[in-house]
């Protein structure tokens, strides 16, 4: 299985929670109608990448011969409900510039939370996941 794809969705994954960072510290009221709108196209890339992952990368994880790499991919495919459902209730609260507005500082603590678990998990499957799967080509 061809890893790179999934490591260059992380980087497009990445880029844009760091561009929504960086309108966030323009302030989240003043930058409310590009913070909703880049939530909305960040979404769209990790709902592709799930999907994605769901589809070939866990089946082909736990299909393996390899007890070890089996077991990650049944472990990762379990804790992505947990994060995956975090992020897309996190997405529909704040897709919407009235709402950011009215209550910035919400959005910011529940952006640190749900953003940093999903940095957290992406570097863990850059670092364990993917290499596991890298090696049994």
């Given at each position: 299985?061809?890893?790179?794809?999934?490591?260059?969705?992380?980087?497009?994954?990445?880029?844009?929670?760091?561009?929504?960072?960086?309108?966030?510290?323009?302030?989240?009221?003043?930058?409310?109608?590009?913070?909703?709108g880049?939530?909305?196209?960040?979404s769209?890339?990790?709902?592709?990448?799930?999907?994605?992952?769901?589809?070939?990368?866990?089946?082909?994880?736990q299909?393996?011969?390899?007890?070890?790499?089996?077991?990650?991919?049944?472990?990762?495919?379990?804790?992505?409900?947990?994060?995956?459902?975090?992020?897309?209730?996190?997405?529909?609260r704040?897709?919407?510039?009235?709402?950011?507005?009215?209550?910035?500082?919400?959005f910011r603590?529940?952006?640190?939370?749900?953003?940093?678990a999903?940095?957290?998990?992406?570097?863990?499957?850059?670092?364990?996941?993917?290499?596991?799967?890298?090696?049994?080509?």
């Amino acid at each position: 299985m061809n890893i790179d794809k999934f490591k260059q969705q992380h980087l497009a994954i990445l880029a844009a929670i760091d561009d929504l960072r960086r309108l966030a510290r323009g302030g989240v009221a003043v930058q409310a109608k590009a913070i909703a709108g880049q939530i909305v196209a960040m979404s769209g890339l990790i709902k592709l990448h799930l999907a994605v992952e769901q589809r070939y990368l866990y089946p082909a994880a736990q299909a393996s011969d390899v007890a070890k790499v089996a077991q990650l991919g049944r472990r990762y495919e379990s804790e992505m409900d947990g994060i995956a459902g975090a992020y897309l209730a996190f997405a529909s609260r704040w897709n919407t510039p009235v709402r950011l507005e009215a209550e910035p500082d919400a959005f910011r603590r529940e952006a640190n939370t749900v953003l940093h678990a999903l940095y957290q998990r992406m570097r863990r499957e850059d670092s364990e996941l993917y290499p596991a799967v890298e090696a049994l080509a």
